[in-house]
Structures are given as C-alpha cells and as structure tokens.
C-alpha cells in the first residue's frame, strides 16, 4: 500500500492472470470495437478472509478468477 498517497493497490495471482487472459482470449473478434477500448472491469473485493477477483465484459458475461488456493 503507498501510504504516501492514501492509495491501496490489489494484485492477481499468476493463476488468476493466466485465467483473466484466457477468458479474454475467447472474447477476442466477438466484441464491439471502440477508440479507447474498456471491454473489460476487473473488481477487487476484500474481505477479512482475502480478496475475491471477478472480471465482467461489456458483452454482460462474468467470470469469478479468485484463486481460493491464495487463502
């Protein structure tokens, strides 16, 4: 956490990673296409037990990429 800021950063495993990749691969020609892009949201939710992963795309689809293997 950069205190110095007031800012919080969240992470993805290597596991998460690769499925957040792979997911967006089976996207890929499917999707509309925009100037600056913006398929894709990523939400980190914190809890007292960790941190769950979800990534949504502008199609309506989500997908859980939280590695529970983490907690």
């Known amino acids: 956490m950069n205190e110095e800021k007031g800012g ?3 992470w993805m495993s290597p596991k998460e990673l690769q499925k957040y990749e792979d ?3 089976t996207k890929k020609g499917t999707l509309p296409q925009t100037a ?3 398929a894709f949201t990523v939400c980190f ?3 007292g ?3 769950f992963v979800t990534a949504t ?5 989500t997908i ?7 907690f």
Not at 64 to 70: A, E, F, I, P, Q
């Open 8 to 10: 919080k950063t969240f």
């Open 23 to 25: 997911w967006m691969k």
């Open 36 to 38: 600056i892009g913006g």
């Open 45 to 47: 939710t914190p809890t």
């Open 49 to 51: 037990i960790g941190t």
């Open 57 to 61: 795309c502008v199609d309506g689809t």
């Open 64 to 70: 859980n990429l939280t590695d529970y293997d983490d």
